[in-house]
């Protein structure tokens, strides 16, 4: 059994709403949904073993549909009792033992088409979020989406989402992954299995439908 450890975040408590200043999109009365400022939000953690040799941070939305075919379809909605699957908005591995936060904005300063770089950074390696896959077929927006990218659920899905943000403790300095980032969720997952000492999450909510209460 691996130990737990605590994380917070300045932007918002566990099991409540995410700022849509924390969010790749936002609610738009007259167009349902627009562009938000999508700046990644603040993280603390504590309670890391003392063997810790490194940390890996993700975030990932437990609640994606599974089909896509009504996905912001007018007249049309996404049932809260669809299967659902995770989608990763953020990797970041390879993150030095002696940082026990991130600061707001240290993955994201923003939105930007087609993505920000993936790879090494001062603070770890960024990998490939799912919005590479999401918006492979939008010429406007795609690339290659390093480090984090927001919540941007679809505006007529009747579940509310739920974002976690996940600390791992590792007994490793490094996951062996590329240092070009190029590697994907599950790629860390499989990468963590037998390395970690202990984990923590908070988890915050989005939702851009304004008939399901957040």
Not at 86 to 92: A, C, K, M, Q, T
Not at 193 to 201: D, F, P
Request: charged fraction near 20%; aromatic fraction near 8%; charge should be negative.
């Amino acid at each position: 059994m691996t130990d737990t450890m605590i994380v917070t975040s300045d932007a918002f408590n566990d099991g409540e709403p995410i700022p849509a200043r924390n969010a790749f999109c936002t609610a738009c009365p007259d167009e349902h949904s627009k562009m938000s400022t999508n700046v990644s939000p603040q993280l603390s953690w504590s309670g890391a073993p003392s063997e810790t040799k490194s940390f890996a941070v993700i975030c990932v939305d437990v609640d994606v549909p599974t089909v896509f075919d009504d996905v912001n379809s007018e007249e049309r909605t996404i049932p809260a009792d669809m299967p659902r699957q995770d989608f990763y908005h953020g990797l970041l591995v390879d993150v030095p033992a002696t940082l026990h936060s991130l600061a707001e904005g240290a993955e994201s300063e923003g939105l930007i088409a087609g993505g920000k770089n993936p790879g090494k950074v001062a603070h770890g390696i960024r990998g490939i979020n799912d919005f590479t896959m999401f918006m492979a077929s939008n010429p406007d927006m795609a690339g290659d989406y390093g480090g984090y990218d927001g919540p941007c659920p679809p505006w007529n899905d009747e579940l509310l989402h739920h974002y976690e943000f996940r600390i791992y403790a590792l007994d490793v300095e490094n996951l062996g992954l590329p240092t070009s980032g190029d590697f994907r969720g599950p790629d860390v997952m499989a990468a963590l299995q037998g390395h970690v000492l202990a984990e923590g999450k908070v988890t915050g909510t989005y939702t851009q439908n304004p008939d399901v209460a957040s």
